[in-house]
């Protein structure tokens, strides 16, 4: 069985840009989740998704943002771009019925110039 | 607020040793524990998990135990080998408040095992 992928693997912006990432999970898990991981403050939740909804959110700016399609792939947004957005993004899907096992991606490592 | 710490840092154990990773947590809503083993510009892979009506899981080389009184765990590598060299992760969710996708890691220790 496929694992999580994520795309782009890598990423170079500018300060004010905005920028895409997406996620497809492992077959037949309909949970995704989003996580950021800095030097500073390690891993932190972002938001989930699962049928198309977010279901729960962490303590992240307006700016982030994502959704889901209807064949569980997902994308989140980072809009007005922060030097401190500068993170390895971390995509992981898991079992709606077993939210809280989690299977991770390789991550999108985003540089903000 | 560091809900899940894990203050060792960084662990050198031989080859063939048992290595020990700790952690502990401060919420007592925590009721579901995992842990991860991340190399370099790769996610996190789950090892092992355990939930908090048990106090221990077995998984081939790899043990978990949970101490809820004492609000610790700790992960057991029997034997280490070079290959288990990495930064190992632990993690907890909170099942009861409908928050269970919410994961809260740990800073990570960076375990080396030597020849």
């Known amino acids: 069985k496929a694992g999580v992928t994520q795309t782009p693997r890598y990423l170079i912006k500018t300060r004010g840009q905005q920028v895409t990432l997406s996620c497809s999970p492992i077959?037949?898990?309909?949970?995704v989740s989003w996580y950021q991981q800095t030097p500073g403050q390690g891993l932190q939740f972002l938001f989930e998704?699962?049928?198309?909804?977010?279901?729960n959110k962490g303590n992240f700016p307006g700016r982030f943002s994502g959704r889901q399609f209807s064949n569980s792939r997902s994308e989140m947004n980072v809009s007005t771009l922060e030097l401190g957005d500068s993170a390895l993004y971390l995509c992981?899907?898991?079992?709606?019925?077993?939210?809280?096992?989690?299977?991770f991606g390789p991550g999108t490592r985003l540089t903000v110039l | 607020d560091q809900q899940v710490k894990q203050n060792s840092p960084s662990l050198s154990v031989q080859e063939g040793r048992i290595s020990i990773l700790n952690c502990d947590y401060t919420?007592?809503?925590?009721?579901?524990f995992l842990w991860y083993k991340k190399y370099p510009a790769e996610g996190p892979t789950f090892l092992i998990s355990?939930?908090?009506?048990?106090d221990k899981n077995e998984d081939g080389r790899f043990t978990v135990f949970l101490n809820k009184s004492a609000k610790h765990l700790s992960l057991h590598i029997v034997p280490s080998q070079p290959g288990d060299s990495a930064v190992y992760f632990c993690?907890?969710?909170?099942?009861?408040?409908?928050?269970?996708?919410?994961?809260?890691f740990g800073t990570g220790t960076r375990l080396q095992v030597t020849l």
């Open positions: 992981a899907s898991s079992l709606v019925e077993r939210r809280n096992e989690q299977f």
């Open positions: 077959s037949g898990h309909r949970s």
């Open positions: 998704y699962f049928s198309e909804t977010q279901r």
């Open positions: 919420n007592s809503m925590f009721d579901y």
């Open positions: 355990i939930s908090s009506i048990k």
């Open positions: 993690a907890a969710s909170d099942k009861g408040t409908g928050t269970a996708s919410k994961l809260t």
